[in-house]
């Protein structure tokens, strides 16, 4: 299992939404008669799942861009194995080990000096309660009563949001190299230049202060604090 967040300036979010797009555009994947901007931005949906070597260079810019731009951070939470979870000896159930976790991959980007939107994809939560559920347990933590640090937490369509689209990028390029897999050479090359921009093997944990590429391995045998 993998969680995470692609980060960045409020105000910076109109400018990244156009850059990842003109890449769409650039590489001819959404199409010209589609009535509206909105439309188009759905048409093809930036995924890892979709990585294969007609569309490899496409995806080689967008990463590339990723780490060219400094208004963009990644931070990921990996869970190696979650057969090897016991979330009772944790006093957990599922769903309390899905909230600590969540608030364990955002702790990294949550600062009390700013205040923070999050976004969460849609398919990504079961319902509407749970995502409140979530905000909640954020705001606790933070003693954010006044909701200053934490303005919102809302599910959106991520083929309607860029961003959304390039943590999903980055999320199963996390996922594929922790599960060992090796089954698509565009896909080996993709994380090979990952690899080579981050300066990171993506299979350790990195510092926590670490902001462009922050990456936590989470390992059911040591006893965390999150």
């Given at each position: 299992m993998v969680l995470g967040?692609?980060?960045?300036?409020?105000?910076?979010?109109?400018?990244?939404?156009?850059?990842l797009l003109s890449f769409k555009k650039k590489y001819k994947l959404i199409p010209k008669n589609k009535k509206n901007e909105k439309e188009n931005c759905a048409y093809y949906e930036l995924?890892?799942?979709?990585?294969?070597?007609?569309k490899l260079d496409y995806y080689k810019d967008v990463i590339n861009y990723f780490f060219d731009d400094d208004d963009l951070s990644f931070r990921a939470l990996v869970v190696p194995n979650k057969n090897e979870l016991d979330y009772q000896k944790y006093n957990h159930t599922h769903d309390t080990f899905y909230y600590k976790m969540y608030f364990g991959m955002l702790k990294a980007i949550l600062s009390p000096e700013n205040s923070h939107c999050i976004y969460i994809d849609i398919k990504d939560t079961r319902s509407k309660e749970k995502v409140h559920k979530l905000e909640q347990v954020l705001r606790n933590d933070k003693y954010d009563y006044q909701k200053k640090i934490i303005k919102r937490v809302q599910q959106v369509r991520s083929h309607e949001?860029?961003?959304?689209?390039?943590?999903?990028?980055?999320?199963?390029?996390?996922?594929y190299i922790n599960r060992g897999l090796n089954t698509s050479q565009a896909k080996n090359e993709l994380?090979?230049?990952?690899?080579?921009?981050?300066?990171?093997?993506?299979?350790?944990?990195?510092?926590?202060?670490?902001?462009?590429?922050?990456?936590?391995?989470w390992e059911s045998q040591k006893l965390y604090f999150l």
């Open positions: 967040a692609v980060s960045c300036p409020a105000e910076k979010k109109e400018e990244i939404f156009k850059r995924k890892w799942n979709k990585v294969s070597r007609s949001v860029e961003i959304l689209q390039l943590a999903d990028l980055l999320i199963g390029a996390m996922s994380i090979d230049l990952i690899k080579e921009r981050s300066k990171y093997s993506l299979v350790k944990s990195t510092l926590l202060k670490e902001k462009k590429f922050n990456i936590f391995i």
